[in-house]
């Protein structure tokens, strides 16, 4: 059983800065593809970002190319997600998930997920 618990949001202005992380219990984990979700009020979630087990390959949603980063910590156990220049469009709840299956944009791909934090960005 893998348990993903997600922490570092909060509130921010326009044009800050946050960093996400996600850490995971489970001995198989650093094999796991990763991603990062958001919700936001009224809408469905969506995928933000992606990370291979090994740390080499990575894939992000237009909207936060060139802003957000998605990093494994050397023990490939914890993932971090970090976020430049936010918008008040980037306000919502962000999940970590984790699939056994290949990296990928799908949410229903994932097997594992934590209980999301909440990310605020005023203007």
């Known amino acids: 059983q893998v348990q993903v618990v997600e922490s570092g949001g909060g509130s921010v202005q326009s044009g800050g800065s946050l960093r996400l992380s996600c850490a995971a219990s489970?001995?198989?984990?650093?094999?796991?593809?990763m991603g990062w979700f958001r919700q936001a009020p009224g809408k469905e979630r969506e995928f933000v970002a992606g990370i291979g087990w090994d740390g080499d390959s990575t894939y992000y949603a237009d909207s936060v190319k060139g802003r957000f980063t998605i990093s494994r910590g050397n023990a490939k156990n914890t993932v971090f997600l970090q976020m430049n220049s936010l918008k008040p469009e980037d306000t919502a709840v962000y999940y970590c998930?984790?699939?056994?299956?290949?990296?990928?944009?799908?949410?229903?791909?994932?097997?594992?997920w934590g209980q999301g934090t909440q990310v605020t960005v005023s203007s």
């Open positions: 489970g001995r198989t984990f650093r094999l796991y593809n």
């Open positions: 998930a984790a699939t056994t299956g290949r990296l990928q944009v799908d949410e229903s791909g994932y097997n594992y």
